[in-house]
């Protein structure tokens, strides 16, 4: 799935330990989506938290190569990049976005 200019995805999720203490699914998009768009839309949603979900083995094999917090991008796929922020009490921040 190629993202367009007009629409890009960006999916906050914070981290417990285990759990996930918040989602944010940040979608902005044109006005008046179309049907196909709305379509899109909810395949890219479904695909941004498996690729997110997927990037957490990687932030806890970061976390114990580097002593930096913020672990920069972890990992891509397709056009997308998952970047991440680990405290020191283990709560993980993941950004999935756009490359650049």
Request: charged share 10%; proline share 2%.
């Amino acid at each position: 799935i190629h993202m367009s200019q007009a629409q890009s995805a960006l999916l906050l999720v914070i981290v417990g330990r285990n759990e996930p203490l918040y989602e944010a699914n940040l979608l902005a998009s044109a006005n008046n989506p179309t049907a196909a768009q709305l379509q899109q839309s909810e395949t890219m949603t479904r695909q941004n938290y498996f690729v997110t979900h997927s990037a957490l083995d990687l932030v806890e094999k970061a976390a114990f190569t580097t002593h930096s917090m913020y672990l920069r991008v972890v990992d891509k796929v397709n056009q997308q990049q998952v970047s991440a922020f680990l405290t020191a009490g283990h709560t993980k921040f993941m950004l999935l976005h756009g490359g650049h």
